[in-house]
């Protein structure tokens, strides 16, 4: 199913500008609030519930933050909560201004921070296709140019201006992040306004979250689009607890050399989104993320076998590429089949499968690693990964998803009164007679 080409509105460009400048902000944040912490302490479980305080409203809120973001105003809750988090910033640089700055202070903070990318990201994902009339091909643009500025200003940028930074001051980092925060704020409260969903009948917000999960699980589909990223996310995390101890151990890359190879996997995640569309027009959008899907898996079980540094840059790039390709085919198409007032709840539905998937990933790659080597979780990763790619090939197959377009876009026509219908068939059966007449005139 294709779609005329468009230009994507004057409205995108800020909402681009402002993700990029808060994915610059968090890229210096990721960075510097690990080396943070570790002017605190070298506790290493210190270091952990730093970490994973980032990541914990996910686990605890994923759902119900869905359900509330389908409640409120999808623009007014991206520039407020942009606009809190600019302001949350303010109390760890006072508390290294007073030398008061603590673990306990670091993980809370990484928290809330964590908690208002949960209400952000899933409002920036349930505002889009509203802002592009859930068009699929300006979807797929869209997505690629998000894509592609998020990896290049969190995953290129940030870090090492994190790093510089911190360097110069341990609160100019945070600093910084605020000041990404407040003018991506500014921008999103100049987005234009999108009508909200036509509300349901109320219900608790926990019945309403239990309805966009099980909406997602009901959904051959959807399921299919959800399980990709949550298997991913075993084998990819299982692979990155142990990549730096591969690295080392078994191809003699030292620090400076374990960057490259991450660099690596980042320019090919850039490549991957830039040609997803390309790769979605050619195959198909099921075919290309089965496609996508065996290609990382294919990567993996190349970077476990891999014989050198090159070798083992050029998997992680062609992985980081189907990873690429994988993030803008699949949010794209989901954000073209779910109905508006659902969005929130299945967008934050698949995201928090992902993130609970994570940690036992983590799990995963250290137990295996310890009681056998350190390939091991590589090759189990690739394993797990081809496996998935068998299963969810039928479920994401270019069949489903063309009915899904198809019903969606039936879904989107407005209904027509049945007398509008016959007051159009009369005009039409009038004009269509005289035309007639007159041509059979002419023709006697």
């Not at 969190?154 to 360097?167: E, K, Q, R, T």
């Not at 009369?426 to 035309?435: P, R």
């Amino acid at each position: 199913m294709t779609s005329v080409v468009a230009k994507l509105p004057t409205g995108f460009g800020r909402l681009w500008t402002a993700q990029t400048v808060s994915s610059l902000g968090d890229g210096v944040t990721h960075a510097a609030l690990p080396l943070l912490a570790l002017t605190l302490t070298r506790d290493p479980m210190a270091l952990a519930v730093v970490t994973a305080a980032g990541t914990l409203p996910w686990l605890l809120f994923g759902v119900l933050g869905g359900a509330l973001v389908d409640r409120w105003d999808r623009r007014r809750t991206m520039w407020v909560t942009d606009a809190a988090r600019a302001a949350l910033l303010a109390i760890p640089v006072a508390a290294v201004a007073l030398d008061a700055l603590s673990i306990p202070l670091l993980a809370a903070v990484a928290f809330l921070l964590g908690l208002g990318g949960l209400f952000f990201d899933t409002a920036a994902t349930a505002y889009l296709p509203d802002l592009l009339g859930r068009d699929p091909a300006l979807l797929e643009r869209a997505n690629s140019r998000l894509r592609g500025t998020q990896t290049a200003a969190s995953g290129f940028a940030g870090p090492p201006a994190g790093s510089a930074l911190l360097a110069l001051g341990r609160a100019l980092p945070l600093l910084a992040d605020a000041v990404s925060f407040a003018v991506s704020a500014l921008l999103v409260r100049s987005l234009p306004a999108v009508p909200r969903p036509v509300p349901e009948a109320r219900e608790s917000l926990l019945r309403q979250a239990r309805a966009g999960a099980s909406y997602v699980f009901r959904d051959q589909l959807l399921l299919g689009l959800a399980l990709r990223p949550a298997v991913g996310n075993v084998a990819f995390v299982a692979v990155e607890t142990v990549l730096a101890l591969f690295a080392h151990e078994r191809l003699g890359i030292d620090t400076f050399g374990f960057g490259l190879l991450l660099t690596a996997e980042a320019t090919g995640g850039l490549l991957g989104a830039a040609f997803a569309s390309f790769l979605g027009r050619r195959l198909g959008t099921g075919t290309a993320l089965t496609c996508t899907a065996a290609v990382e898996g294919l990567a993996v079980l190349g970077l476990a076998a891999a014989p050198n540094p090159y070798v083992a840059g050029l998997a992680l790039a062609v992985c980081g590429a189907g990873i690429g390709a994988t993030m803008v085919l699949a949010p794209s198409l989901r954000q073209t089949i779910v109905p508006a007032h659902l969005m929130g709840r299945v967008a934050s539905t698949s995201r928090m499968l992902a993130m609970c998937a994570a940690p036992f990933g983590a799990f995963v790659g250290g137990w295996l690693a310890t009681a056998y080597d350190v390939r091991t979780p590589l090759y189990t990763a690739a394993g797990l990964l081809l496996a998935m790619t068998a299963v969810t090939s039928t479920m994401t197959s270019n069949r489903r998803v063309e009915a899904a377009l198809r019903a969606a876009a039936q879904a989107a026509e407005p209904e027509r009164p049945a007398s509008e219908d016959r007051v159009e068939g009369k005009v039409e059966g009038k004009v269509e007679g005289k035309v007639e007449g007159k041509a059979e005139e002419k023709a006697v």
